[in-house]
């Protein structure tokens, strides 16, 4: 089976997975739970990735190993802070909208959208999981990207979920420990990791699949992430002004 005939059944899986995700939202009137199903949906394209030409060589079991460890606590993590709450603000906001259209609007709108995104952004597993090569320095390179990627993703959501139950935070901005340095650690920790992903997969003759973490990248800081939830937070919280001023949106640094 060729490359191409192994993506367009990784997108065709992708499609059914984000079908499927779209009707439990309409039963559950919540369109936010595409969030908690985003890290799981890279699992499903890896696997048809993987079983297209199954090998036992240590690279492709390793990348997918740190993708299902990535996209597991990715989903409980926001399945777990999700518990209980209310649709994400821009899912309810977009819902108030469109009203009785929203139904449908939000099946091209979030659904498609993201698996079309999943599905591009998942080019490096395409290439990486067919890959029957020993480990290389570069993919040494990418381990430690995905590993730095991992613990900022990962101890950012700790320290705010951490900062959230205590008593008075409420309204309040966190600017210590990772937040400190980035306004959004999370976001450029799940950047990073999708370098080292790429980097591990990446080869001379396939250096092209790098569009893939620059497209994630660019998401994060432009559209999806940074951008929509600063706006979002300069509404609700007073002090997020202030906070804007004196820290970096993206890349950790020092306070301004």
Known sequence: MSLSQIFLEGGLAILVYVTVVWIISLL????????????????????????????????????????????????????VRNLGEPEDARYANWRAQYGEKWWWISYLRVFILQGVVMWVVSIPLLTGLQDKSSLTPIDYVGIGLFVTGFLFE???????????KNEGSK?????????????????????????????????????????SPAIMTWLLMKVSGVKMLDELLLKTKPHYAAYIQNTNAFFPGKSK
């Open 28 to 79: 559950k009137k919540d369109a936010g739970i595409m969030d908690i199903f985003w890290g799981l949906g890279f699992l499903i394209a890896g696997y048809f990735y993987l079983a297209a030409d199954y090998s036992s060589a240590l690279q492709p079991r390793l990348l997918y190993l740190l993708v299902a460890l990535w996209g597991l606590r990715l989903s409980v993590h926001i399945g």
């Open 154 to 164: 990962a101890i950012g959501d700790w320290q705010l979920r951490s900062f959230k």
């Open 171 to 211: 309204g309040k901005v966190l600017n210590s420990g990772l937040w400190k340095y980035t306004r959004h650690p999370n976001y450029f920790g799940e950047a990073v990791l999708w370098w080292g992903f790429s980097l591990i997969a990446v080869e001379m003759s396939t250096l092209w699949i790098l569009i």
